[in-house]
C-alpha cells in the first residue's frame, strides 16, 4: 500500500524579484529568447527593459512595439551606447555570445548571457578575465539555478535528506529538427549547447564538476551532434556517484530528473528545468511534493533579479552562479564535442587561453 503523501517540511526560497534594485536593462538579439525575457522580467519584478538592438532595424522597431521598449537601435553599438543601458542581456546565437559580451563589456556595460554562455571554455574564461578587469559584472544566464524547486532542491541534497546521493538523472530532449541555426555549424548548433547544457548544468549545480566524462552520440550530415549520452564520474566524497545526462534535438523527451540517494530520491516533475515541483520518495516513509500547493512561482525574473542584487552590491560575480560552475560546464561540453567530434568553424584547434582559471566565488551559493 502506498504511503500518503505528507506537507513537505520548510524549505528556503529565492528572494522576491520585486525587492531587487531596479536596472536599465538593454537586450541585444530580438529572437525568441529575448522576447521571454522582455514579457517576463518587467511583469515580474523591478526590472525595465529600456532598448533593444539588432542588426536589422526594422525586427527591433517591431520587437520595441510588441514589448513595450522605449528605444530600438538598427544596430548592437547602437545599443551599448546609449548611457541608460545599465546591463546587457545578450540574447544572439551561442556562436556570438563571446564576440558580444565583449563588446558590451568594453562599452562599460554589465552583462547577462545566454547559455551556453560561450562555445567552449576558452571563450568563456576570456569573457569572465575581460569582467574581472574592468570591473564589471558578469553571469551566464543558466535561469534554472536560480527558481524556487532548484533553491529547494539544493538543500534537500545538502542537507543530507536523501543520504549519501549515488544517482543523477536528467534528460532534454526537444524536436527542433525545423529551427535552422540547430544544424548550423557555424551558429554552434547541435542537440548539446542548446540543450544540454540543461543536464549537465543540473547535475553540475548538485555535484559540482565531474572527474571523468564519457560520452556517446551521433552526428548529422554536416557535422553538429543530434543526440548524446553523457555518464559523469567523482573523486572524492561523490567516488560511489554517477551522473547520466542525455539530450536530443529530434523528439521531445519527458523532461525529467531524478536525484537518487541511500535514504531517498527525489523525482523532478518535467519540465525539470522550468518552473516545477518535485517529490520526495523516502524508502522507509511518506513521500512529499513540493511545492505543496503548486503555485506558478515563475521564470526569468529570478536571474535578472540576481543581477540587480550583485550589481547593487558592488559585486562581479554570482554565488548562485559563478564563473567557475560555467567553466567548469564548458569544459564538461567542450570533452564531450572532443569525444564526438564536433569542432565549430572559427574556432582554433587546441585552444589555449592565455587565462587559464577563474577566481574562487566570494560567497557560499544561495
Same mark, same amino acid.
Given at each position: ?16 524579484? $520585486? ?24 511583469? $515580474?519584478?523591478?526590472?525595465?527593459? =529600456? ?33 541608460? =543601458? ?15 559580451? @565583449? ?24 569573457? *569572465?578575465?575581460?569582467?574581472?578587469? @574592468? ?17 529547494? @532542491? ?38 548539446? @549547447? ?7 548544468? *543540473? ?20 557535422? =553538429? ?12 566524497? +561523490? ?5 547520466? !545526462? ?5 523528439? $521531445? ?46 521564470? *526569468? ?8 542584487? !550583485? ?31 564536433? =569542432?565549430?568553424?572559427?574556432? +582554433? ?18
Amino acid at each position: 500500500m502506498t504511503s500518503p503523501a505528507t506537507t513537505p517540511p520548510p524549505l528556503p526560497a529565492p528572494p522576491d524579484p $520585486r525587492d531587487a534594485p531596479p536596472l536599465r536593462w538593454g537586450i541585444l538579439g530580438a529572437g525568441g529568447i529575448a522576447a521571454r525575457f522582455a514579457r517576463e522580467v518587467p511583469a $515580474r519584478s523591478a526590472q525595465r527593459v =529600456v532598448a533593444v538592438g539588432s542588426r536589422d532595424a526594422l525586427k527591433a522597431a517591431t520587437f520595441a512595439a510588441e514589448h513595450g521598449v522605449e528605444r530600438a537601435y538598427g544596430s548592437y553599438a547602437g545599443l551599448l551606447a546609449d548611457p541608460e =543601458v545599465d546591463v546587457v542581456y545578450v540574447a544572439t546565437p551561442h556562436s556570438h555570445h563571446h564576440a558580444h559580451a @565583449l563588446l558590451a563589456l568594453n562599452a562599460g556595460k554589465h552583462v547577462l548571457v545566454e547559455k551556453a554562455f560561450t562555445r567552449n571554455a576558452a571563450e568563456a574564461r576570456e569573457v *569572465f578575465a575581460t569582467a574581472r578587469e @574592468l570591473g564589471l559584472f558578469a553571469m551566464e544566464a543558466m535561469w534554472t539555478r536560480f527558481l524556487p524547486h532548484m533553491v529547494a @532542491l539544493r538543500h534537500v541534497v545538502a542537507a543530507g535528506m536523501l543520504g549519501e546521493v549515488v544517482a543523477v538523472h536528467a534528460d532534454h530532449g526537444q524536436r527542433l529538427d525545423l529551427v535552422e541555426r540547430l544544424h548550423a555549424p557555424e551558429l554552434a548548433g547541435g542537440a548539446l @549547447l542548446d540543450l544540454g547544457v540543461y543536464p549537465l548544468s *543540473f547535475a553540475h549545480s548538485l555535484l559540482g564538476a565531474p572527474s571523468a566524462v564519457h560520452a556517446a552520440g551521433s552526428l548529422t550530415a554536416l557535422g =553538429v551532434d543530434a543526440h548524446e549520452a553523457v555518464t559523469l564520474t567523482y573523486d572524492g566524497e +561523490r567516488a560511489r556517484t554517477v551522473a547520466v !545526462c542525455t539530450a536530443n534535438m529530434w523528439a $521531445r523527451t519527458a523532461t525529467t530528473a531524478s536525484v537518487v540517494g541511500t535514504e531517498a530520491r527525489v523525482d523532478v516533475a518535467s519540465p525539470f528545468y522550468g518552473t516545477t515541483r518535485f517529490t520526495l520518495v523516502p524508502f522507509d516513509g511518506p513521500a512529499w511534493t513540493w511545492p505543496a500547493d503548486g503555485e506558478d512561482l515563475g521564470g *526569468f525574473q529570478h536571474q535578472a533579479a540576481e543581477v540587480a542584487r !550583485c550589481v547593487a552590491a558592488g559585486e562581479q560575480e554570482s554565488a548562485t552562479m559563478p564563473w567557475r560552475a560555467t567553466v567548469e560546464v564548458m569544459e564538461t561540453m567542450d570533452e564531450v564535442r572532443r569525444q564526438l567530434g564536433v =569542432v565549430y568553424p572559427g574556432e +582554433r584547434a587546441g585552444l589555449d587561453p592565455a587565462v587559464t582559471a577563474v577566481p574562487e566565488p566570494d560567497a557560499t551559493p544561495r
